[in-house]
């Protein structure tokens, strides 16, 4: 797998550490825009990471690691404070370094992902997505729309609009054709670079990667995207012209609290 591990250029591996930051502050704070602000779960700052002391939507983790020495350096007692909580089983930790062993503590891994990153320029796109439109949501009936589409319920969309969050730091991009939404993804403004996420599609037909990276273009100009993706989706987007930065996992608690 291309990575930009492959060279030592001091510089280019400088830059490598940067996006994998950027990319995990980014996803951190999507989460916590997520669960804490449109759910109201609570939230701390913990263990090399960010913590949600309660039910959190379906496919969001109660912890996400930010820091990989402190995660590391604070597994044991991680997993004493998600015991405290007596969550449900199934609830999930995204290990964004992808170095803790949490296996001997009952959790097990469902997701090997990789951190991914790319430098949009301009560039020529295939006359064949003309079929397909790519709008902006602007509305709770759009955005309902999407949610459906993309088979989600975490937020009440009315509440999403009257956030405090405003439509230059999340946004999401609905992919159409014949007026009905077909893919998606949401793109988020929380770091240094343009984070991705809960990138669908309906269809196999879609090449949602290209028409993400044209959408983000056309509305971020240059700037650097950064997301994570795992098998079938991280082929198409590295065929995209993505790069690999680094691995991470997610990992699922199967026992259930004392």
Not at 11 to 16: A, D
Not at 131 to 155: G, I, N, Q
Request: one cysteine or more; charged letters at 20%.
């Amino acid at each position: 797998m291309e990575t930009w591990c492959g060279s030592r250029s001091g510089q280019l591996m400088s830059e490598m550490h940067e996006l994998i930051e950027a990319a995990v502050q980014d996803n951190a704070a999507w989460c916590r825009f997520v669960s804490f602000e449109l759910n109201h779960v609570p939230v701390i700052d913990v263990h090399g990471g960010v913590l949600f002391r309660g039910n959190v939507p379906a496919f969001y983790p109660n912890f996400v690691s930010t820091s990989a020495g402190a995660a590391k350096r604070s597994e044991g007692a991680l997993v004493n404070t998600l015991g405290e909580l007596h969550l449900p089983p199934g609830f999930g930790i995204k290990d964004s370094y992808a170095n803790l062993d949490l296996s001997h503590f009952g959790y097990h891994r469902v997701i090997e992902a990789q951190w991914i990153a790319l430098e949009m320029r301009k560039r020529v796109f295939d006359s064949t997505h003309q079929d397909f439109t790519t709008p902006w949501v602007t509305s709770p009936v759009e955005l309902e729309a999407w949610l459906t589409a993309a088979r989600l319920s975490c937020f009440d969309t009315n509440q999403f609009f009257s956030s405090a969050v405003d439509s230059s730091r999340v946004s999401f991009l609905s992919v159409k054709n014949d007026g009905y939404v077909i893919a998606g993804a949401v793109f988020t403004k929380f770091s240094e670079a343009i984070g991705v996420s809960n990138v669908f599609s309906t269809s196999p037909d879609v090449p949602i990667w290209s028409l993400i990276i044209q959408a983000g273009q056309e509305r971020f100009g240059s700037a650097t995207l950064v997301d994570w993706e795992s098998g079938d989706a991280l082929d198409e987007a590295r065929r995209a012209g993505v790069i690999c930065l680094q691995p991470l996992r997610v990992w699922v608690n199967s026992s259930a609290s004392p």
